[in-house]
């Protein structure tokens, strides 16, 4: 008698519930640490980004690692595990991503395709909030002059922010 099998699309449906199971087990160890992204390809490629509070380290990528990959068994369906931090060049997805980078330099685009370089002097669940300096017609005679602008930034109306390295 043959063995029933079941579609594969509940295989992998079941397979990424168990994943995704493991990997907020393993995150519970850890409350600093945060999901930014989370993936299982066709071909049983499992890729999981991490943030933190206070960064990433390579024992916290294996740490997480070891959550997923010692409870999976390889018999049953084989893959493979990549564990990231998110790099200082991926867009900010997170509030948290935002209130961990207070004060340093963000470049922000928002839905209305406005470019922002400024620096991120403070964030809540809701906005970010940035201040820089720009040039702008005097109000009394000719010329410009030089102000100070703060705005906040609700998440919503941004498109893709990013933090800027300035050497």
Same mark, same amino acid.
């Given at each position: 008698?043959?063995? $029933?099998?079941? +579609?594969? #699309?509940?295989?992998?449906?079941? #397979? &990424? ?10 995150? &519970?160890?850890? +409350? ?5 992204? #989370?993936?299982? @390809?066709?071909? =049983?490629? /499992? ?9 990433? @380290? ?5 740490? /997480? ?18 564990? $990231? ?12 991503? =935002? ?6 330099? *963000? !470049? ?9 370089? $400024? &620096? ?6 809701? !906005?970010? *909030?940035?201040?820089? &300096? ?9 010329? !410009? ?9 609700? =998440?919503?109306?941004? !498109?893709?922010? /990013?933090?800027?390295?300035? #050497?």
């Amino acid at each position: 008698m043959r063995e $029933a099998r079941l +579609p594969s #699309f509940c295989t992998k449906m079941d #397979f &990424k519930s168990k994943v995704k199971n493991l990997l907020e087990e393993g995150l &519970k160890n850890n +409350p600093s640490l945060f999901l930014i992204d #989370f993936t299982i @390809s066709d071909s =049983y490629k /499992i890729t999981v980004v991490l943030d933190g509070d206070n960064g990433v @380290s390579l024992q916290d990528c294996m740490d /997480i690692s070891r959550a997923i990959e010692h409870n999976l068994d390889r018999e049953e369906q084989d893959f493979s595990l990549e564990v $990231a931090s998110a790099g200082v060049s991926m867009p900010l997805k997170m509030s948290r991503q =935002y209130i961990k980078n207070i004060g340093r330099n *963000i !470049k922000i685009t928002t839905n209305s395709n406005e470019v922002i370089e $400024a &620096k991120l002097v403070d964030a809540n669940d809701e !906005k970010a *909030i940035l201040n820089w &300096k720009e040039r702008v017609q005097k109000k009394i005679g000719k010329g !410009k002059e030089t102000v100070e602008v703060t705005r906040d930034f609700p =998440y919503s109306d941004i !498109k893709e922010a /990013i933090i800027t390295i300035k #050497f």
